[in-house]
């Protein structure tokens, strides 16, 4: 461990000694993995797994396996020291940030593929990232092994995927989904966003409006692809460079719907060379 304010472990070894030390005791765990450059977000599933186990471990690992070549894996923001003081007033309890040899060691051959869920939407646009997600939240949880690991909403389709994955694999660990933190225009939360600059941050937070004002069509009774049809037109018209994708889907299958009920609209557009992802329920 380092010296800093909060514990901080780099091997599976160590971080399973402190956990094992932990259920020895009586606790029960939580894990929140991330990818570092913290924000309100992640620091709000923190407060919540400690809310609901007795110790959180934080992970934090910038996984190359989901970045294709031409992404942002090289400029992806790193802070590990800010991230760390953040994590330890949000009431974290332990930090573990392992190095690419010890989550990828010389000779790693395996990739985890959920099949279905990940086909649609962003498998489609970026059909590396699943396999990347899958198999480095495998590793962690299996690492960890704690009760409840938690995830936000603002990446629905991971969410569903890790969901997916954990079941099919008899991974014992809850997978629990919480509620995407926006900024005070709506914009939902996102390392990502640092990207932006005044103009673009200034135009993004239509992206949450635009995805309201469809619910609000379906609601009035208009059918469904226009309603997503509408909100690409909206979403061009408002300042964003293209449009990836504006779906209304089955919230536990992402398969096409016919109503909107138990629906999700997801939306992926660019502003710039920068990508924002945001969903809500109908």
Same mark, same amino acid.
């Given at each position: 461990?380092?010296?800093?304010?909060?514990?901080?472990?780099?091997?599976?070894?160590?971080?399973?000694?402190?956990?094992?030390?932990?259920?020895?005791?009586?606790?029960?765990?939580?894990?929140?993995?991330?990818?570092?450059?913290?924000?309100?977000?992640?620091?709000?599933?923190?407060?919540?797994?400690?809310?609901?186990?007795?110790?959180?471990?934080?992970?934090?690992?910038?996984?190359?396996?989901?970045?294709?070549?031409?992404?942002?894996?090289?400029?992806?923001?790193?802070?590990?020291?800010?991230?760390?003081?953040?994590?330890?007033?949000?009431?974290?309890?332990?930090?573990?940030?392992?190095?690419?040899?010890?989550?990828?060691?010389?000779?790693?051959?395996?990739?985890?593929?959920?099949?279905?869920?990940?086909?649609?939407?962003?498998?489609?646009?970026? $059909?590396?990232?699943?396999? @990347?997600? %899958? =198999? #480095?939240?495998?590793?962690?949880? +299996?690492?960890?092994?704690?009760?409840? !690991?938690?995830?936000?909403?603002?990446?629905?389709?991971?969410?569903?995927?890790?969901?997916?994955?954990?079941?099919?694999?008899?991974? $014992?660990?809850?997978?629990? @989904?919480? %509620? =995407? #933190?926006?900024?005070?225009?709506? +914009?939902?939360?996102?390392?990502?966003? !640092?990207?932006?600059?005044?103009?673009?941050?200034?135009?993004?937070?239509?992206?949450?409006?635009?995805?309201?004002?469809?619910?609000?069509?379906?609601?009035?009774?208009?059918?469904?692809?226009?309603?997503?049809?509408?909100?690409?037109?909206?979403?061009?018209?408002?300042?964003?460079?293209?449009?990836?994708?504006?779906?209304?889907?089955?919230?536990?299958?992402?398969?096409?719907?016919?109503?909107?009920?138990?629906?999700?609209?997801?939306?992926?557009?660019?502003?710039?060379?920068?990508?924002?992802?945001?969903?809500?329920?109908?």
């Amino acid at each position: 461990m380092t010296g800093s304010a909060l514990p901080t472990v780099r091997d599976v070894a160590a971080l399973r000694y402190a956990i094992a030390a932990w259920r020895k005791a009586g606790l029960t765990v939580g894990l929140v993995p991330t990818m570092g450059a913290l924000h309100e977000g992640h620091l709000s599933l923190v407060r919540t797994a400690k809310e609901r186990c007795d110790r959180v471990v934080t992970s934090l690992f910038v996984n190359p396996r989901q970045f294709a070549p031409h992404e942002d894996f090289e400029r992806y923001p790193r802070d590990e020291a800010g991230d760390a003081n953040m994590l330890a007033s949000a009431g974290c309890d332990l930090l573990y940030a392992p190095e690419r040899s010890v989550m990828y060691p010389q000779g790693f051959a395996t990739n985890v593929i959920v099949a279905d869920v990940s086909t649609p939407l962003e498998g489609e646009f970026r $059909p590396h990232f699943f396999g @990347g997600v %899958a =198999t #480095v939240v495998t590793k962690l949880l +299996l690492q960890a092994l704690p009760d409840t !690991a938690f995830f936000g909403e603002k990446d629905y389709q991971q969410l569903l995927v890790i969901k997916r994955m954990a079941h099919d694999l008899d991974i $014992p660990v809850a997978i629990t @989904g919480c %509620a =995407t #933190v926006r900024e005070h225009d709506g +914009l939902a939360m996102s390392s990502r966003n !640092a990207y932006l600059n005044e103009d673009e941050r200034r135009i993004a937070a239509r992206l949450n409006y635009i995805l309201h004002d469809a619910i609000k069509a379906v609601h009035a009774g208009e059918p469904l692809a226009e309603a997503e049809a509408e909100a690409a037109r909206h979403l061009i018209a408002a300042g964003f460079t293209s449009v990836d994708y504006v779906a209304i889907r089955d919230a536990d299958t992402l398969a096409p719907v016919s109503d909107g009920s138990n629906a999700r609209i997801l939306a992926a557009a660019w502003l710039g060379k920068t990508r924002l992802i945001d969903n809500m329920a109908l």
